[in-house]
């Protein structure tokens, strides 16, 4: 492996980890924090399994950056606001999230107080 592709690899298995630590990020793929790690410093290339999981979960498929790793430009996002905050939230260890769930219902209970709110008509 090049340097070059070294330091994208890098860059997209940390994009892919996000805030979880590398413990995490290797039980949510089935592997060891070792292998993570390895990865992490561009040690090891991921097995094609592993690789399609670090493009899902960094939002790619696995065509688009095996073409970032060879490479070509990584493509670019066209998300709006709240598709870039739920990408977050998918990406946030299982605590995090349960922060952001109890600020969500707290300003639900303090703008609509016992109201049921009506997703209904929302759109992501």
């Given amino acids: 492996m090049d340097s070059e592709t070294r330091e994208r690899l890098i860059k997209v298995v940390k ?15 089935g592997v060891s924090s070792t292998a993570v790690q390895l990865w992490e410093k561009g040690e090891t290339m991921p097995d094609t399994k592993n690789l399609a999981q670090i493009a899902t979960r960094a939002g790619y498929t696995i065509e688009g950056l095996v073409e970032y790793l060879t490479g070509h430009k ?51």
């Fill in 15 to 29: 994009l892919a980890r996000g805030s979880m630590s590398q413990r995490q990020f290797a039980k949510l793929l």
């Fill in 74 to 124: 990584m493509p670019e996002f066209e998300e709006g606001e709240v598709d870039k905050i739920l990408r977050q939230v998918q990406l946030m260890p299982l605590q995090q999230v349960a922060v952001i769930g109890q600020a969500i219902a707290e300003r639900f209970v303090s703008e609509l107080g016992d109201a049921s709110p009506d997703f209904s008509h929302a759109k992501r």
